[in-house]
């Protein structure tokens, strides 16, 4: 059993940039792949950035990409998601996601989940 616990959401001018953490515990995070999702209002959970359990590979979602980069401390047992130059539709909860071995782009493929952080982007 994985424990996953994001923290750094906040309220965030258009163009400001923050930082989510997510904490884990429980059996070794160095074999857990790595996922962040995130559900605005209204919306589906869409993927936003996923990496391996080295961190040597990482994949963003089209609409993150140059602005948002996901990194892990396996020292620390953490995952990061720093998101820079935000806009209004960067507004949701996100959440973090462990899957073993392999990461993935679908929801379904991740076995664990933290509870979310709110992210909000004012115009």
């Known amino acids: 059993q994985v424990q996953l616990v994001e923290s750094g959401g906040g309220l965030v001018q258009t163009g400001g940039s923050l930082r989510l953490s997510c904490a884990t515990s429980?059996?070794?995070?160095?074999?857990?792949?790595m996922g962040w999702f995130r559900q605005g209002p209204g919306k589906e959970r869409e993927f936003v950035a996923r990496?391996?359990?080295?961190?040597?590979?990482?994949y963003y979602a089209d609409s993150v990409k140059g602005r948002f980069t996901i990194s892990r401390d396996n020292a620390k047992n953490t995952v990061y998601l720093q998101m820079n130059n935000l806009k209004p539709e960067d507004t949701a909860v996100y959440f973090c996601?462990?899957?073993?071995?392999?990461?993935?782009?679908?929801?379904?493929?991740?076995?664990?989940w933290g509870q979310g952080t709110q992210v909000t982007v004012s115009s």
């Open positions: 996601a462990a899957r073993p071995l392999l990461g993935g782009m679908r929801s379904s493929d991740y076995d664990y």
């Open positions: 429980g059996r070794t995070f160095s074999m857990y792949a």
């Open positions: 990496i391996s359990r080295s961190g040597d590979s990482t």
